[in-house]
């Protein structure tokens, strides 16, 4: 796990200073070492993590055994021991740096489709002068680039790309990125905050010569979906055991301590008994909680803990923890980002990196089994009459209680719209595309975000395009996102066995029947789950990893409000019109709590304007 960054540039020369300010600026991704590759055409910047042989023979960049290819990359490629079997070569290292350079210089640009990991990788060839960059299949890892002309920029993170003046010169902030950050939170792929860079698509390469940049897709998910589900649950289970184990003993690859975060939900529980299951030692353990009960789940965490045996490690937060932290957490992902989880997930990574180097997560589970009330909305809002009576129905909800009002914004879509992004957009009560033109100063129009699901073998149910809209979207903008830089602030290593390629390949292909029901989700997970804990144990409605945001609005985090909602701050920025917030900051106050998403959603915009206004 490390930062990268670079460029090629044939038709232009940069001082060493452009290369270091890019890499050094990504510090906390790689505290262990540094290095830099310049030739005449091309700059290469490494700040590594060392997790896998951390000796200094495996920094980067590295060069392949013939001179031919260097290369540097952020992540990790799990079954580099069985790619390097079919390699006739002596090693330098035990690194799988080493490994995916050599399979490179045998296989060319396809071998990327040997590994099984999480990465995005810089490769130049030295004698042809030119250059490859790769994102893995599911975009576990950040990839962003910029394209002027005949110079490419890339980085692992946007502030990279902010700084050099070759580029900074040139930025203007993307008022349909600003649209869909209002709708649904965050920025997807392949927008950023700014018009000139953007998110590497996930499962791609892209080979750059002096004259050409040219795409490749080499994995999307809809080529995975098959003609026929498994429907046999026992099979399936089977299978689910296999697979999911075989991704926890590769992701147990590590040279040093290491651990799995256990919040007590059945993902993360999984994760955990299966690293317990087949670890010769204690792993360690790692849950936070809150003070404030409906936010707590240590108990349950510590209960799972204790009969797994494992190492556990318990934190209660304080508000003053939070407090600490809040406008650092909004500040860390170098554009507007609105998920406020991301204040836990820093200070559970902040703490437990105190410990380890390395932990297991349980992400990707809700995506890939259903683990989602808005499976339930995708598929009411689809049914033909419900779709007809959708503005009556919205009507009669809209004059109801707090609760039914906000449920009568899921009814208010058109014909025309895009309706996995909508029911995504309403199930945390952000803003639908009416009121966004109602909202934004210059409205932009609303890109609709393909999801892909016509592409495929099989007719998929509504369930199953949202599921598949989260996996191309939420999934990876969001919550990979969220993880992976509230975790690399602090220089620790995440792994994701539910992203293991081959686990996402088979849960696409299992039947619907074993992922939901009319009064259960993740059912396949949880009915694994249980021939390994007791089922009283896990078996509790979901709570998620949230923070009280609600009730720190209203008392302690009321500021945030007053300071970045302020009248004055919304006209200096010009992006929202003040009457607009000014109307809903009444409605919140006066009890329409509901609103606090969409406020926080304000807060986390105007503070990203101000910051970089100020830059």
């Not at 993307?174 to 709708?183: F, S």
């Not at 809700?366 to 339930?376: N, R």
Request: with cysteine.
């Amino acid at each position: 796990m490390c930062g990268i960054a670079g460029y090629f540039a044939p038709h232009h020369s940069f001082g060493a200073n452009v290369l270091e300010q890019m890499t050094r600026c990504m510090a906390h991704r790689g505290p262990d070492a540094e290095g830099f590759f310049r030739d005449e055409n091309a700059g290469l910047g490494h700040r590594r993590l060392s997790i896998i042989d951390v000796s200094s023979d495996a920094n980067q960049p590295m060069s392949s055994h013939d001179g031919r290819w260097v290369m540097i990359f952020n992540g990790e490629v799990f079954n580099f021991r069985d790619i390097a079997k079919d390699l006739s070569v002596s090693w330098r290292t035990q690194s799988d740096t080493e490994v995916m350079l050599e399979a490179f210089s045998k296989w060319g640009p396809e071998a990327v489709k040997k590994f099984n990991g999480m990465f995005s990788i810089a490769l130049y060839d030295v004698h042809e002068k030119n250059m490859y960059l790769f994102r893995d299949r599911i975009g576990v890892k950040p990839l962003y680039y910029a394209l002027f002309e005949n110079t490419v920029f890339f980085a692992s993170e946007l502030k990279a790309l902010t700084l050099p003046k070759e580029i900074r010169t040139q930025l203007q902030t993307d008022r349909e990125a600003i649209a869909l950050y209002l709708q649904l939170g965050y920025i997807p792929q392949p927008y950023t905050i700014w018009q000139q860079v953007k998110k590497f698509p996930s499962g791609c390469y892209l080979k750059i010569t002096e004259t050409t940049q040219e795409f490749t897709t080499w994995w999307k998910p809809q080529d995975a979906v098959h003609s026929e589900v498994i429907k046999d649950e026992e099979q399936a289970k089977k299978q689910l055991h296999e697979l999911l184990s075989s991704a926890v003993n590769y992701r147990l690859i590590s040279d040093v301590p290491f651990g799995t975060f256990l919040s007590g939900g059945i993902d993360s529980s999984l994760i955990t008994a299966l690293a317990q299951q087949n670890s010769a030692t204690k792993i360690n353990t790692f849950t936070i909680g809150f003070k404030e009960e409906q936010y707590n789940e240590a108990a349950h965490a510590k209960k799972i803990a204790t009969f797994l045996h494992t190492d556990h490690h318990e934190h209660i937060v304080t508000y003053k923890d939070a407090m600490n932290l809040v406008e650092e957490a909004m500040d860390i992902y170098d554009e507007p980002f609105a998920d406020s989880s991301s204040i836990p997930t820093l200070l559970i990574s902040k703490w437990t990196r105190q410990q380890v180097k390395m932990v297991l997560t349980g992400d990707g589970g809700d995506e890939l089994f259903m683990g989602y009330g808005m499976y339930y909305w995708a598929k009411l809002l689809n049914r033909p009459l419900v779709k007809f009576a959708r503005a009556p129905i919205a009507s009669a909800l809209s004059v109801m209680g707090e609760k039914y009002r906000r449920i009568s914004w899921l009814f208010r879509f058109n014909d025309d719209q895009n309706i996995q992004q909508h029911i995504f957009s309403q199930a945390p009560y952000f803003f639908t595309e009416e009121e966004i033109k109602g909202l934004m100063k210059a409205p932009s129009l609303l890109a609709s975000l393909p999801v892909f699901t016509s592409q495929v073998k099989r007719t998929l149910s509504p369930e199953e395009q949202q599921s598949f809209f989260d996996l191309q979207y939420y999934l990876k903008d969001d919550l990979l996102v969220k993880v992976d830089r509230a975790s690399m602030k602090y220089a620790l290593e995440c792994r994701t066995p539910f992203l293991d390629y081959r686990v996402v390949e088979f849960a696409l292909n299992v039947s619907q029947q074993l992922k939901m029901s009319r009064n259960a989700l993740k059912i396949l997970p949880a009915k694994l789950l249980s021939d390994l804990l007791p089922k009283e144990l896990f078996n509790r409605p979901k709570q998620g990893f949230s923070i009280p945001l609600l009730k720190w609005m209203l008392h302690e985090w009321r500021y945030l409000i007053d300071d970045y909602l302020s009248e004055e701050t919304i006209r200096e920025h010009g992006i929202v019109n003040v009457p607009e917030v000014e109307a809903m900051k009444k409605k919140f106050f006066a009890g329409e709590h509901y609103l606090y998403n969409r406020l926080w959603n304000l807060i986390v915009l105007h503070r990203w304007f101000r910051q970089h206004s100020q830059s």
